[in-house]
T-cell receptor, first 110, second 116 residues
Framework: QKEVEQDPGPLSVPEGAIVSLNCTYSNSAFQYFMWYRQYSRKGPELLMYTYSSGNKEDGRFTAQVDKSSKYISLFIRDSQPSDSATYLCAMSYNFNKFYFGSGTKLNVKP | DADVTQTPRNRITKTGKRIMLECSQTKGHDRMYWYRQDPGLGLRLIYYSFDVKDINKGEISDGYSVSRQAQAKFSLSLESAIPNQTALYFC???????????????FGEGSRLTVL
């Protein structure tokens, strides 16, 4: 079993929709949770970071961590065509090594 | 100029050839990583280095070697390339010295390698 599982999609939504992206994990020692966004032909860039359980909001983006269920989510409100990218979840227990999901490809249609 | 620069960006080679992918960074970070990205498999760690004298194997190091020539340079070698090493390779850096550290990885733009 992979340490981090993520639905690869692709996910296609109309502009303005609320998008929900999710990952599950098996290692209860993970305490740092990240979402990276990767545009085509580019390297991933950090989008959101959360420590332990709880929610974090940044503009149209909200990251949620539920450690009891080993489940993390990224919500995108009022999605825009510019949000079309691959979203990768990542997690770590000590910042020495990072474990990535396989990525979900999102397409927001105008 | 990019903070993390990878060369070459694209390379086509033949089975059995030796290939080197190079990474240089201007961010002043101590930590450097090499990842491989395959469709459906995400990013998998090949090697990582926390300083010039430190080299560590990741989850898929077989068939690869690395060299940390300086704080700013970290190269990945395939001694005898094989077709299943066809992938997109990323170099990344991170820094734990900041008090606001989030463990963020800073990625290069990738090196696409095709082994025929």
């Amino acid at each position: 079993q992979k340490e981090v599982e993520q639905d690869p999609g692709p996910l296609s939504v109309p502009e303005g929709a609320i998008v929900s992206l999710n990952c599950t994990y098996s290692n209860s020692a993970f305490q740092y949770f990240m979402w990276y966004r990767q545009y085509s032909r580019k390297g991933p860039e950090l989008l959101m970071y959360t420590y332990s359980s709880g929610n974090k909001e940044d503009g149209r983006f909200t990251a949620q961590v539920d450690k009891s269920s080993k489940y993390i989510s990224l919500f995108i409100r009022d999605s825009q065509p510019s949000d079309s990218a691959t979203y990768l979840c990542a997690m770590s227990y000590n910042f020495n090594k990072f474990y990535f999901g396989s990525g979900t490809k999102l397409n927001v249609k105008p | 100029d990019a903070d993390v620069t990878q060369t070459p960006r694209n390379r086509i080679t033949k089975t059995g050839k030796r290939i080197m992918l190079e990474c240089s960074q201007t961010k002043g970070h101590d930590r450097m990583y090499w990842y491989r990205q395959d469709p459906g498999l995400g990013l998998r760690l090949i090697y990582y280095s926390f300083d010039v004298k430190d080299i560590n194997k990741g989850e898929i190091s077989d068939g690869y070697s690395v060299s940390r020539q300086a704080q700013a340079k970290f190269s990945l070698s395939l001694e005898s390339a094989i077709p299943n090493q066809t992938a997109l390779y990323f170099c990344a850096t991170s820094d734990l010295s900041s008090v606001t550290n989030t463990g963020e990885l800073f990625f290069g733009e990738g090196s696409r390698l095709t082994v025929l």
